[in-house]
């Protein structure tokens, strides 16, 4: 696989950031950021596409897959996709800031 690739892949692995009250509270204490990721994605990966997007120092990467959820839609039922989280811990002193306001 050759460097152009490889960093071409690592750009489509991170979704967008996942907020929510429980992500919130991870990140405040332990410096975790959670993120939704590619269901393909390894955590090799998620931790090469974090330090190449945010220049940041990554400690440690843990995966969750989320199945989806049994919902009626009107009078049938469906399944809502299934989709993959990644929680992403910071060294000490690194930040990422989705703001962006200095």
Same mark, same amino acid.
């Given at each position: 696989?050759?460097?152009?690739?490889?960093?071409?892949?690592? /750009?489509?692995?991170?979704?967008?950031p996942?907020?929510?009250?429980?992500?919130?509270?991870?990140?405040?204490?332990?410096?975790?950021?959670?993120?939704?990721?590619?269901?393909?994605?390894?955590?090799?990966?998620?931790? #090469?596409?974090?330090? /190449? /997007?945010?220049?940041?120092?990554?400690?440690?990467?843990?995966?969750?897959?989320?199945?989806?959820?049994?919902?009626?839609? #009107?009078?049938?039922?469906?399944?809502?996709?299934?989709?993959?989280k990644?929680?992403?811990?910071?060294?000490?002193?690194?930040?990422?800031?989705?703001? #962006?306001?200095?």
């Amino acid at each position: 696989m050759s460097a152009s690739h490889n960093k071409e892949r690592l /750009m489509t692995v991170l979704l967008g950031p996942h907020v929510s009250e429980k992500s919130t509270t991870v990140g405040e204490k332990h410096n975790q950021i959670v993120f939704r990721v590619r269901r393909d994605s390894t955590k090799h990966e998620i931790r #090469g596409a974090v330090e /190449m /997007m945010f220049e940041v120092s990554v400690k440690e990467v843990r995966v969750v897959n989320c199945r989806g959820k049994i919902k009626r839609f #009107g009078q049938e039922w469906g399944q809502r996709n299934a989709w993959k989280k990644a929680y992403v811990t910071l060294a000490d002193g690194d930040n990422i800031d989705f703001v #962006g306001a200095d």
